[in-house]
């Protein structure tokens, strides 16, 4: 699989995951809030995936079969989700880390 198929699947993920939020968005004002939990779930797990798939592309990983299962394990891509909101943090956040260092 060429570099440019593992950064064109990336955006792939990228665009599932915005219409995953998207769908989520939608269901704001509804009574059952587990669809909306849900889907922004699948949402951060396509988005964990696409980064995945985008350090392949750009040469900083191997394509292996761990990474392969970790494309596919929904622990994995949940911990490329905590680690991914930790390396980009919120505004606030970041100044706090900032203003501590």
Same mark, same amino acid.
């Given at each position: 699989?060429?570099?440019?198929?593992?950064?064109?699947?990336?955006?792939?993920?990228?665009?599932?995951?915005? *219409?995953?939020?998207?769908?989520?968005?939608?269901?704001?004002?509804?009574?059952?809030?587990?669809? *909306? +939990?849900?889907?922004?779930?699948?949402?951060?797990?396509? &988005?964990?995936?696409?980064?995945?798939? +985008?350090?392949?592309?750009?040469?900083?990983?191997?394509?292996?079969?761990?990474?392969?299962?970790? &494309?596919?394990?929904?622990?994995?891509?949940?911990?490329?989700?905590?680690?991914?909101? +930790?390396?980009?943090?919120? &505004?606030?956040?970041?100044?706090?880390?900032?203003?501590?260092?």
């Amino acid at each position: 699989m060429s570099k440019v198929n593992f950064l064109d699947s990336a955006k792939h993920c990228c665009e599932n995951s915005r *219409r995953l939020l998207d769908s989520a968005e939608l269901l704001e004002f509804e009574k059952v809030l587990a669809t *909306r +939990y849900y889907l922004s779930m699948i949402a951060q797990e396509e &988005t964990a995936k696409a980064f995945l798939l +985008y350090l392949v592309g750009v040469n900083a990983l191997p394509w292996t079969p761990f990474l392969l299962r970790a &494309t596919r394990d929904h622990r994995c891509k949940q911990l490329v989700g905590i680690i991914l909101d +930790y390396i980009s943090p919120d &505004t606030d956040e970041f100044i706090r880390r900032l203003e501590a260092w």
